[in-house]
């Protein structure tokens, strides 16, 4: 049985800022590396536990995604009596670690 992967809207606007941040709309390279972003989100359909727990808060967990120095985290929690997973944030690893304030959507 798999999970549902939703995005929260702070991940759906981190998803947009990375975007335009790699300039993927006139990048091959950008574009493709952008998508495999999302498809390796979508992976967490299937066993999303598979991926450790993140330092800053024991009940959400983080997914790496990219090469050295370009590594992204894909913040998120496992909601297993909905089986759902939701993505709540999608930061670069080299930044200071999140706090609650930051897996709120920005206006």
């Known amino acids: 049985m798999g999970y ?15 975007f335009v941040a790699i300039n993927a709309e006139y ?11 999302e498809r390796v989100i979508l992976t967490l359909e299937e066993n999303p536990e598979r991926c450790p727990v993140t330092p800053e808060d024991a009940n959400l967990r983080h997914l790496l995604h990219g090469k050295k120095p370009h590594i992204y985290r894909v913040i998120y929690r496992i ?25 709120i959507a920005q206006e």
Do not use: C, M
Request: hydrophobic share 45%.
């Open 79 to 103: 909601l297993h009596k909905r089986s759902e997973v939701e993505i709540l944030h999608i930061r670069h690893r080299a930044r200071r670690p999140f706090e609650p304030n930051d897996l």
């Open 4 to 18: 549902l992967v939703n995005a929260t809207l702070r991940a759906e606007q981190d998803l947009a800022a990375i």
């Open 27 to 37: 990048s091959d390279t950008a574009f493709r590396w952008f998508n495999g972003l």
